[in-house]
């Protein structure tokens, strides 16, 4: 019986701080849970925030391609370069045509016809016509009238000047009718998409050359306009043919091309790719993104 009575109370007492034991572990487990449950938690949305403002930067970072942010195509239209290039719009318009020395030519000119072959074309050459028509007409009328002493003039009332000044009024009229027919002939309207996109590439030299150097295409500024100019043409036909992969090569290789150029000019003058940019419609971010300037 004292055996029974002594391992009675061990028994309780064991009971008693197991049980005891039990209580305290899983409190301490409940507790250490919460807080991993907390910090886990706080961890995803951390991570849920970083790959939302992710995904905003780069829904708002600009294309590599075309240089723009999204929804901001207008930059691209008040760019410089946008304003002097000439599409394939241009065949569906009506004739536009400015009065110019005497004469209604085109507003847009085929390719080969600048200010000074229009200047040879519709002034220097009619003078010229109408000095050789009229001298030509005399020469020859003297000749009639030496070789049949007969009077050829069916009034003889009319001077030699009035004669003289009727024949170049004459030539005058033909020279203008001749310059109307030409106007019409040189018209952009009448080429093809080989000569817009001469006509292109003519304009930009123009626009990005230097005063020293009107007409200089291997200026970085010129290539990199006209590289610019291609880019955009070529994205266009992709975005209507979609299996066009082929050219899909082609345009990586041109916007590669012009970042080269890009990041030269930065290295060089830093003033000209800044001004280059902002004539070009292109922002700094998709630039030097693509070229991973330090």
């Not at 391609?65 to 370069?81: F, H, M, Q, V, Y």
């Not at 045509?97 to 519709?122: H, N, Q």
């Not at 000044?165 to 009718?177: F, I, M, S, T």
């Not at 880019?231 to 990586?252: E, F, G, P, W």
Request: aromatic share 6%.
């Amino acid at each position: 019986m004292l055996r029974a009575g002594v391992s009675q109370p061990c028994r309780l007492a064991s009971v008693a701080s197991s049980s005891s034991s039990a209580f305290h572990t899983s409190a301490v487990l409940s507790k250490l849970s919460e807080e991993r449950l907390r910090s886990m938690a706080l961890k995803k949305a951390n991570v849920e925030k970083r790959t939302a403002r992710l995904q905003a930067q780069l829904e708002n970072r600009p294309s590599v391609i075309l240089g723009t942010r999204p929804g901001d195509e207008d930059k691209w239209r008040k760019s410089d370069l946008a304003q002097l290039l000439v599409d394939e719009s241009v065949f569906q318009q009506p004739p536009v045509t400015v009065k110019s020395r005497g004469v209604e030519l085109p507003l847009y000119k085929a390719f080969g016809i600048a200010e000074a072959e229009e200047d040879t074309l519709f002034r220097i050459l009619p003078q010229r016509s109408v000095e050789v028509t009229t001298t030509y007409d005399h020469l020859h009328a003297a000749h009639q009238q030496a070789a049949n002493p007969l009077p050829l003039n069916p009034n003889p009332r009319e001077s030699v000047v009035e004669r003289l000044q009727k024949r170049v009024n004459a030539a005058e009229e033909r020279e203008k009718a001749k310059m109307a027919n030409f106007a019409r002939l040189i018209d952009l309207r009448n080429s093809d998409a080989g000569g817009i996109a001469y006509e292109n590439r003519r304009r930009i030299i123009v626009a990005f050359s230097t005063p020293e150097n009107p007409f200089d295409p291997g200026r970085t500024e010129v290539q990199v306009a006209i590289l610019t100019y291609r880019i955009r043409k070529l994205y266009a036909h992709l975005t209507r043919c979609k299996k066009d992969v082929q050219n899909k090569l082609s345009l990586r290789r041109l916007v590669h091309k012009r970042a080269k150029l890009l990041k030269y000019l930065r290295r060089e003058a830093r003033a000209r790719y800044d001004v280059l940019l902002g004539r070009l419609g292109v922002e700094p971010d998709a630039v030097e993104g693509e070229l991973k300037v330090t």
